[in-house]
């Protein structure tokens, strides 16, 4: 079984700044991609950035030039750095990979982490 643990959220204020992390255990053999959705109250969810390992990056339109999310292959692990904070990024955040757990397995299942709360505002 693979776990997301995401931390980092909190209250900001307009132009602040936030990153948050996540990080993959359990048992893992491949892991891929890794990203971060949002859901805004009385909102779908929606994707605000991924990656691939092979260091691929996609970004919802609102946030290019203002996010930006990595990897650190080696852990497991996605970061989302968030700056230039504004009212409409308040949403909760949500981790999301894809995690093969071993090598004879040929699918990737999708796991979610638990949520992280951003809030901007005065």
């Known amino acids: 079984q693979v776990e997301l643990v995401e931390s980092g959220g909190g209250l900001v204020q307009p132009g602040g700044s936030l990153r948050l992390s996540c990080a993959a255990s359990?048992?893992?053999?491949?892991?891929?991609?890794m990203g971060w959705y949002r859901q805004a109250p009385g909102k779908e969810r929606e994707v605000v950035a991924a990656?691939?390992?092979?260091?691929?990056?996609t970004y919802v339109d609102s946030v290019k030039g203002r996010f930006t999310i990595s990897r650190d292959n080696a852990k497991n692990s996605v970061y989302l750095s968030m700056n230039s904070l504004k009212f409409e990024d308040t949403a909760v955040y949500y981790c999301?990979?894809?995690?093969?757990?071993?090598?004879?397995?040929?699918?990737?299942?999708?796991?979610w982490g638990q949520g992280t709360q951003v809030t901007v505002s005065f």
């Open positions: 999301n990979a894809g995690a093969k757990i071993a090598p004879e397995v040929s699918d990737y299942r999708e796991v």
């Open positions: 990656s691939t390992s092979d260091g691929s990056t």
């Open positions: 359990g048992r893992i053999f491949a892991i891929d991609p």
